[in-house]
């Protein structure tokens, strides 16, 4: 049986505090459009996803960028101080979209979110059910946050991302499940 339940972000701050993520020693950061990189300081951001032959030709066309610190900048007095225009990645979480082993893409709930792993432990025994509302699984920015992935997807020979543990861009396909 399922049981039903009912995700209330609680500001913890975790989520905001942990955007690194190293994957068989490739690392990422927090995924930005282009358009908002500028909620960041130069330093702060890295080029994250980009499509071309090779990336060091005049051609190549970087499409989406990366925070490349683990703790946000803009988590401070218990809250995050640019709310109000915070990335599309944040607005979607706790739902994130993932590539399964037949290249689709799956919406996924990150079950790390503090709020959920302590709702899903009153359940060990049981599969949960968010409710959708409770998550707002239509909510406008999921949509938005894929289109980085449906272009990776739909450009998959020549899209490229760039590593922050080399410093250096690798083809989007090594990063695949096999
Ligand atoms: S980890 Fe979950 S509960 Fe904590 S701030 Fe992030 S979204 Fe909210
Ligand atoms: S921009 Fe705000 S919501 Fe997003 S990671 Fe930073 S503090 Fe958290």
Redesign the pocket.
């Known amino acids: 049986m399922s049981e039903r339940i009912y995700y209330?972000?609680?500001?913890?701050?975790?989520?905001?505090n942990r955007l690194l993520i190293e994957r068989q020693g490739v690392k990422k950061g927090l995924p930005l459009f282009p358009n908002e990189t500028n909620l960041f300081k130069k330093s702060e951001i890295s080029p994250a996803y980009g499509l071309g032959d090779d990336p060091r030709k005049n051609d190549f066309k970087i499409f989406a960028y990366q925070m490349n610190k683990m703790i946000c900048p803009h988590r401070k007095f218990g809250g995050c101080v640019i709310w109000s225009y915070r990335p599309a990645i944040c607005r979607a979480?706790?739902l994130i979209p993932t590539i399964n082993q037949n290249n689709e893409i799956i919406k996924t709930i990150d079950f790390?979110?503090?709020?959920?792993y302590k709702l899903k432990s009153n359940f060990p025994q049981n599969n949960v059910h968010i409710d959708s509302f409770s998550i707002q699984e239509e909510n406008e920015n999921y949509p938005q946050i894929t289109q980085i992935t449906l272009k990776l997807l739909n450009n998959i020979n020549e899209a490229w991302f760039f590593d922050l543990n080399k410093k250096k861009w690798i083809p989007f396909i090594t990063m695949l499940v096999s």
């Not at 209330?8 to 905001?16: A, L, P, V």
């Not at 790390?112 to 959920?116: F, G, M, N, S």
Request: charge should be neutral; aromatic fraction near 6%; proline fraction near 6%.
């Open positions: 209330k972000c609680i500001n913890c701050g975790e989520c905001c979480y706790p790390t979110c503090t709020a959920l």
